[in-house]
């Protein structure tokens, strides 16, 4: 009998979710960055090894709302946590404390699922650290989604609190995204690594065509920001930021599809787009409010 279900992979901004999310999948898939925020939607990976497949939900952070944009991010990791049949809670390790999921995400009870809590950048721990945390937490898992070191154990660990079932997906698939997204993802992933600090979170990416049936691949992809100032920090002096973030982009989404690509890029100033709905939902974010339960 095989089994198959949600992994739903939740934790704080920045505690790795992202970078354990392609560990499993042995991918690249969400985008990893030291930025908080940087996870658009759940982005849904799958894993089938022996037995067992497993759908595995990235979730944005689970934060305070202030803008439409982080109200959506968080609508969706509340879905994906009521959605999953185990929860991975991945912690920072290395911050002072470990706070029990429903605090953390500040849900008035705690989830339905089972929860795992994982214990990441368990590389970065010192050996007294390390004792202190497994007399504190002995039913969590030491991991580190960067090395891979205990994430097979945390698979298997995972694996036993999903139902039989024949699996959901063909074997091969590693995710339900389309290309189409990834594409934007990478574009978007170039833009706040070259960026830095100076437009942090302001930046969406929107691909109008993808053009599968050209050769090179005809991509156009459309940076949002919000304020004119952000529009001329991403062009740069004579163009060159924009000119160099679209060549890193143009070489990852090459990789991605193993084809040349003509990435044409441009940048588009919509204001406010991050408090506006329709803008979230052209740009693919799930808007709805938040329900708890
Ligand atoms: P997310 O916001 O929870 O999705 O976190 P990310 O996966 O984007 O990771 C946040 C930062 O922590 C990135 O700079 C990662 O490279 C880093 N990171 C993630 N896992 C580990 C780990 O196991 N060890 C170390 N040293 N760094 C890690
Ligand atoms: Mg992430």
Known sequence: MTRAGIVTVAGKPNAGKSTLLNRIIGQKLAIVSPKPQSTRD??????????????VLDTPGLLNPKYALQRAMRATALEALRDADVIVYVVDATESSVEPLHVAAAISSPPKAPVITALNKADLLSAAQRNALAASTPEAQFISAATGAGVPEL????????PESPFLYPEDEISTQTLRFFAGELVRETALEQLGDEVPYSVACEIDEFREDRKPVYIRAVLHVERDSQKRILIGAKGQRIKSIGQVAREKIEALLEQSVYLDLWVKVLPNWRKNANALARFGYHVQEERQG
């Open 42 to 55: 759940r982005i849904v990976g799958i894993h089938s090894a022996g037995d067992v497949q497993m759908i």
């Open 155 to 162: 698979i298997a660990l995972a694996a036993r609190h999903l």
